[in-house]
Nanobody, 115 residues
Framework: QVHLVESGGGLVQAGGSLGLSCTASGLIFSIVNMGWYRQAPGKQRELVAT???????NYADSVKGRFTISRDNAKNTVSLQMNSLKTDDTAVYYCNLHPYLSTYWGQGTQVTVSS
C-alpha cells in the first residue's frame, strides 16, 4: 500500500521561508513523477510544482522563482523549498504522483503565512 507523508509546515511571516518534505513508501519511487499540490481554504486543490523521475522541474506561475522542488531517490523523498512566502501561499500542502492518484492523498501539512 502506498503512503505519502508530508512534514515541515508551520507558521511563518510574509517574506520568510519554509521547507517541506514528503516521504513515500509502497512504490518504486525512482520511476514516478512527483508533484506538490496545495489547497487553500474555500479553494480547489492546485498543482504547485512537479519533478520528473529524471529531475526535470516545472512550477505554477504563482510560485515560479520562489519555490524549488527536489527529490532524493535514495531516500524516497521529495522536497519543496519555499522562499519569499506570501499570505496567498497559505494552504495545506500535499505531495502526490503527477498526475495525481486520488487514493494516494495523505494528510498534508499546513502552511500559514502571516502578514
Amino acid at each position: 500500500q502506498v503512503h505519502l507523508v508530508e512534514s515541515g509546515g508551520g507558521l511563518v511571516q510574509a517574506g520568510g521561508s519554509l521547507g517541506l518534505s514528503c516521504t513515500a513508501s509502497g512504490l518504486i519511487f525512482s520511476i514516478v513523477n512527483m508533484g506538490w499540490y496545495r489547497q487553500a481554504p474555500g479553494k480547489q486543490r492546485e498543482l504547485v510544482a512537479t519533478i520528473t523521475r529524471d529531475g526535470s522541474t516545472n512550477y505554477a506561475d504563482s510560485v515560479k522563482g520562489r519555490f524549488t522542488i527536489s527529490r532524493d531517490n535514495a531516500k524516497n523523498t521529495v522536497s519543496l523549498q519555499m522562499n519569499s512566502l506570501k499570505t496567498d501561499d497559505t494552504a495545506v500542502y500535499y505531495c502526490n504522483l503527477h498526475p495525481y492518484l486520488s487514493t494516494y492523498w495523505g494528510q498534508g501539512t499546513q502552511v500559514t503565512v502571516s502578514s
